[in-house]
């Protein structure tokens, strides 16, 4: 019955998490075995969670970084690293993808914000405007994989599980999808004999690689002087900072502080400087810094506007999830969560095959719901079928969240595709084209990650 209240809701064209509470209230009514305000306790308890403190917190990090004129140093620092190769900024726009992943923490920023610039960039050298809406379509799914990612903490807080462990596990993946998306990139420039966008340079590419090397030796210094040598923590990091402000100011670095984001994010939690919530808080604090005092791109004015626009997206995330709590209960308190899960197990009791059948559901999934409502109704659903068959939670929480990232790409719910569709002026139906080459990679890698969770489990196991 409740199932069915929520179908017909959703098909009435009511937004999900008014869908979910609203077929929970009925439900209950409908019943009269348990009183109604249950709803509203239910919905203030679920989002009374301390780890869900970092949703706001990440998201005006994000919003802080891309307005700060941020993203059009990731596009210079990623230009003169790999500018030079053929298709050049098909390239540009994957690696600008990994470093902007490291800040935002969600697709839609990644592309609405940083997109804009890499399809208008793309389409003045040339490159066929489809091809452009295609690699950033495909990029910005690293945005929730690549640390700090929003999809991560709301899992973690549904599944309780180590929101530390679920970041360290997106960096290898994340850097196996990249890698595959610039062998796709190679693959179309090697068929349409594309050239070079920049020349190459090697006093640009040495600078570059420059900022690489202090981005890795940076922080590999720091843990060398704390867990090696001894040093005091506190003291040793902050004197660690004011020489890298000191580099950058003699240097003139392009994308060196904004790189550090999620390395301090990183290195904070793994060492036990902070938890994932107050390194939400950091990373806030370090978008504010360079925004408003380093670069001095950001006026206060724009700084309340950014916060207003942090308030919106906070409040509809956490409907999402205060809804989707009241809906995961009445599923488990009906019996539904127990049926699924001994319907599954009857058929299978294989964690391969389950796996394959997981997949199939929330590539579906992901194409008619918002990701957070998505993690927030499957999760009770899943997770402990997954528990059941020795699956580990921390596996796959990535499998959950890139399968929901793919389907952002689709028709009739994906938000990335209408938001490139509007960026590129393109229709909907000529975009979901353009996608559909660049599936080939982002379905390749959910097949590695899926069934080699050494990929994804092996950094968690090094610190957790």
């Given at each position: 019955?409740?199932?069915v209240i929520?179908?017909?809701?959703?098909a009435?064209?009511?937004?999900?998490?008014?869908?979910?509470?609203g077929?929970?209230?009925?439900?209950l009514?409908?019943?009269?075995t348990?009183p109604?305000?249950?709803?509203?306790?239910?919905?203030?308890?679920?989002?009374?969670?301390?780890?869900?403190l970092?949703?706001?917190?990440?998201?005006?990090?994000?919003n802080?970084?891309?307005?700060?004129?941020?993203?059009n140093?990731?596009?210079?620092?990623?230009?003169a690293?790999?500018?030079?190769?053929?298709?050049?900024?098909?390239?540009v726009?994957?690696?600008?993808?990994?470093?902007?992943?490291?800040?935002?923490?969600?697709?839609?920023?990644?592309?609405?914000?940083?997109?804009?610039?890499?399809?208008?960039?793309?389409?003045?050298?040339?490159?066929a405007?489809?091809?452009?809406?295609?690699?950033?379509?495909?990029?910005?799914?690293?945005?929730?994989?690549?640390?700090?990612?929003?999809p991560?903490?709301?899992?973690?807080?549904?599944?309780?599980?180590?929101?530390?462990?679920?970041?360290?596990?997106g960096?290898?993946?994340?850097?196996?999808?990249?890698?595959?998306?610039?062998?796709?990139?190679?693959?179309?420039?090697h068929?349409?004999?594309?050239?070079?966008?920049?020349?190459?340079?090697?006093?640009?590419?040495?600078?570059?690689?420059?900022?690489?090397?202090v981005?890795?030796?940076?922080p590999?210094?720091?843990?060398?002087?704390?867990?090696?040598?001894?040093?005091?923590?506190?003291p040793?990091v902050?004197?660690?900072l004011?020489?890298?402000?000191?580099?950058?100011?003699?240097?003139?670095?392009?994308?060196?502080?904004p790189?550090?984001?999620?390395?301090?994010?990183?290195?904070?939690?793994?060492?036990?400087?902070f938890?994932p919530?107050e390194?939400?808080i950091a990373a806030?604090?370090?978008?504010?810094?360079?925004?408003l005092?380093?670069?001095?791109?950001?006026?206060?004015?724009?700084?309340?506007?950014?916060?207003?626009?942090?308030?919106?997206?906070?409040?509809?995330?956490?409907?999402?999830?205060?809804?989707?709590?009241?809906?995961?209960?009445?599923?488990?308190?009906?019996?539904?969560?127990?049926?699924?899960?001994?319907?599954?197990?009857?058929?299978?009791?294989?964690?391969?095959v389950?796996?394959?059948?997981?997949?199939?559901?929330?590539?579906?999934?992901?194409?008619?719901l918002e990701?957070t409502?998505?993690?927030?109704?499957?999760?009770?659903?899943?997770v402990?079928?997954?528990?059941?068959?020795?699956?580990?939670?921390?596996?796959?929480?990535?499998?959950?969240?890139l399968?929901?990232?793919?389907?952002?790409?689709?028709?009739?719910?994906?938000?990335?595709?209408?938001?490139l569709?509007?960026?590129?002026?393109?229709s909907?139906?000529?975009?979901?084209?353009?996608?559909?080459?660049?599936?080939?990679?982002?379905l390749?890698?959910l097949?590695?990650?899926?069934?080699f969770?050494?990929l994804?489990?092996w950094l968690?196991?090094?610190?957790?």
């Open positions: 019955m409740l199932k929520f179908l017909f809701l959703m009435g064209g009511l937004p999900v998490a008014i869908a979910m509470a077929s929970s209230l009925i439900y009514l409908w019943m009269q348990t109604p305000f249950v709803v509203i306790h239910r919905m203030v308890s679920g989002i009374d969670s301390f780890p869900l970092a949703v706001p917190f990440f998201i005006l990090a994000g802080l970084m891309n307005n700060a004129g941020i993203t140093r990731i596009y210079n620092f990623a230009l690293l790999v500018g030079w190769l053929k298709g050049g900024l098909g390239h726009n994957v690696l600008g993808s990994v470093v902007f992943a490291g800040m935002s923490g969600a697709a839609i920023a990644d592309a609405a914000g940083l997109g804009t610039i890499e399809i208008k960039a793309m389409k003045d050298h040339g490159y405007t489809e091809f452009a809406v295609g690699v950033t379509a495909a990029s910005a799914t690293l945005g929730p994989i690549i640390p700090p990612s929003l991560f903490v709301i899992y973690g807080m549904m599944a309780n599980v180590s929101v530390g462990a679920l970041f360290l596990a960096i290898l993946p994340g850097a196996l999808m990249a890698i595959l998306m610039m062998l796709t990139v190679a693959y179309y420039a068929k349409n004999h594309w050239g070079a966008d920049i020349k190459f340079e090697w006093a640009r590419v040495l600078k570059a690689l420059g900022e690489l090397a981005v890795i030796g940076w590999t210094a720091l843990w060398l002087l704390v867990d090696k040598a001894g040093l005091p923590a506190q040793t902050l004197t660690g004011v020489l890298l402000f000191a580099a950058d100011k003699m240097f003139r670095f392009q994308a060196v502080l790189i550090m984001t999620p390395v301090l994010l990183i290195g904070g939690m793994t060492t036990g400087l938890t919530t390194g939400a806030c604090l370090w978008a504010m810094v360079l925004g005092a380093w670069y001095r791109t950001m006026s206060w004015t724009l700084f309340v506007k950014v916060c207003l626009d942090t308030v919106e997206t906070t409040a509809t995330v956490l409907f999402i999830v205060a809804a989707a709590s009241i809906f995961g209960w009445m599923l488990t308190a009906t019996g539904v969560t127990a049926a699924i899960s001994e319907w599954v197990l009857a058929f299978t009791q294989n964690p391969w389950f796996l394959l059948l997981a997949n199939m559901l929330m590539l579906f999934v992901g194409c008619f990701p409502a998505a993690i927030t109704i499957l999760v009770p659903i899943l402990p079928i997954c528990q059941k068959l020795g699956i580990d939670l921390v596996h796959f929480g990535l499998v959950m969240v399968n929901l990232m793919i389907g952002l790409l689709h028709p009739p719910m994906g938000m990335v595709l209408f938001v569709a509007r960026v590129a002026k393109l909907v139906e000529r975009t979901t084209i353009a996608i559909l080459p660049w599936l080939v990679p982002l390749l890698s097949g590695v990650i899926t069934y969770p050494q994804v489990l968690p196991k090094q610190f957790f």
